[in-house]
């Protein structure tokens, strides 16, 4: 079988795919590392990232990480009761919970994004921050692009 031919500008994008996929493997093994001395995993870490960075519900953290509500609400209800995050009432939404990190919820998250920093450190350093600025901006707009443009068959 033969591949379909792409412009040369669509088999740039077809490479930058496989690759943006391809790291996230590493980099959730990386977050793994990092959160396991808290007792923590890479995906409970993004949820209680999400709700320290505002309180939210789980829909809203799911959307904002690009992952199922499904599993997100897992999730949550095992850091609520590990007691790192609590429910609380939501003004605008009777039934949806906003998350919010107690206190022991907080301090497992600076645990982690202590030891975050120094790696994060390590490699900004190595790979170069105006590449990496100039990468996160592509990235965002790919992104966009992809949200924006539904995708047809």
């Known amino acids: 079988m033969n591949d379909p031919l792409r412009t040369p500008a669509g ?5 930058f795919a496989i690759s943006v996929l391809r790291l996230a493997g590493p980099l959730t093994a990386a977050g793994d590392v990092l959160a396991r001395p808290s007792g923590q995993t890479s995906a409970r870490w993004q949820v209680l990232a999400a709700a ?11 959307r904002a990480l690009g992952l199922a509500r499904q599993g997100v609400q897992r999730i949550a209800d095992l850091l609520e009761e ?6 609380v009432d939501n003004p605008a939404h009777q039934r949806a919970k906003l998350m919010v990190p107690t206190p ?11 030891r975050q ?11 170069g921050e105006e590449r990496l600025q100039q990468a996160t901006t592509l990235i965002g707009q790919a992104i966009a692009l992809l949200r ?6």
Not at 11 to 15: G, N, P
Not at 52 to 62: F, G, R, T
């Open 117 to 127: 920093a120094v790696w994060a450190d390590a490699f900004g350093a190595e790979l």
């Open 11 to 15: 088999d740039a994008f077809a490479e």
């Open 82 to 87: 590990e007691g790192l995050i609590a429910y």
């Open 52 to 62: 320290n960075h505002a309180p939210m519900s789980v829909a809203d953290a799911a």
């Open 104 to 114: 022991r919820g907080e301090e497992v998250l600076d645990e982690i994004k202590a």
């Open 148 to 153: 924006d443009r539904p995708t047809t068959a």
